[in-house]
């Protein structure tokens, strides 16, 4: 699925030709990649932490599913008797790392991920980040270029107390980031448009998700990247450098900036956000 709201593709066309011609594709240093979203729902005291761990291959492969020794998330906050969440790979050879939570070792506390894969170490730090319900949701009439695209109409009331940054997940891998510094304390609203490919009776899941500026700017470099056509924690097109990092050779817990090898980290984020989520069927 195109998406409409960054860029309209240009296409050129060429004579067809027989000659063979060999492409050097890029290559760079298998790595492990992180789909370390948690998204946490008012709806329930409890979530099902799933983290996706897989590690990149050559270009137009798939990335196979990573096999750790470990990964645990632990609240630096919470009673050490159950400060330390074990992630367990509940389907063998899925890369899937999943544990049912209680959502206040979540919502409360400093968070530290940490992998163990093939004698190395990988951690990351977060804490979870609040956001607001969405108000409006509704079917547009407009359109953008070529008459048959879908609008819909979002809003919501920003927090006046605090600097929001908000993620949109608009389905179909298609994110929007946006920030507060304009409309701070106001009600906002917008239009996102999809192409052709909707049809009338699809359902479309809406989020609205919670954010810190180094998780709104990593999503928003992604975004840009990839063009829209692609989720936020595949392999982009140039490596996009998020907050889990190597500390294997680090002995300080208090120094966590891996500069003695700046090359050796892990693709994707960890963050735990709060989700608002609405559901259209398009008509």
């Known amino acids: 699925m195109r998406k409409l709201f960054y860029f309209l593709a240009v296409l050129s066309v060429f004579a067809s030709c027989e000659d063979v011609i060999e492409v050097d594709v890029p290559s760079d240093t298998p790595r492990l990649s992180v789909d370390g979203l948690v998204r946490i729902q008012d709806s329930s005291t409890v979530t099902n932490i ?15 599913p990573a096999n750790l020794d470990q990964i645990t998330i632990t ?28 959502n206040r070792l979540l919502r409360e506390g400093r968070l530290v991920l940490q992998i163990n894969y093939q004698d190395e170490n990988y951690l990351a730090r977060t804490e979870f980040v609040p956001t607001v319900p969405i108000t409006k949701l509704e079917q547009g009439t407009q359109t953008l270029f070529s008459g048959d695209e879908t609008e819909l109409v979002v809003a ?43 049809e009338a009776g699809q359902e479309i ?9 180094g998780f709104y ?32 050779n680090i002995d300080n817990d208090e120094v966590f900036d891996n500069v003695e090898q700046p090359d050796n980290f892990v693709l994707g984020y960890f963050a735990v956000v709060q989700e608002y989520k609405e559901t259209i069927t398009i008509e």
């Open 156 to 198: 919501f009331d920003d927090a006046p107390d605090r600097d929001d940054f908000y993620i949109f997940d608009f389905d179909f891998d298609e994110f929007l980031v946006t920030e507060d510094e304009f409309y701070k304390g106001q009600k906002f609203e917008f239009s996102y448009f999809y192409d052709s490919d909707i």
């Open 205 to 213: 899941d809406i989020s609205i998700l919670g954010a810190d500026e």
């Open 50 to 64: 799933q983290i996706k761990v897989s590690v990149t291959s050559s270009f137009f492969e798939p990335s196979p």
């Open 217 to 248: 700017n990593y999503m928003n470099q992604l975004i840009v990247q990839a063009g829209g056509d692609q989720g936020p924690f595949q392999t982009p097109a140039a490596t996009v450098r998020g907050n889990i990092i190597n500390v294997t």
């Open 75 to 102: 609240n630096l906050d919470a009673d050490s008797s159950e400060n330390i969440m074990v992630l367990i790979e509940e389907e063998e050879g899925s890369g899937v790392y999943e544990k049912l939570v209680d």
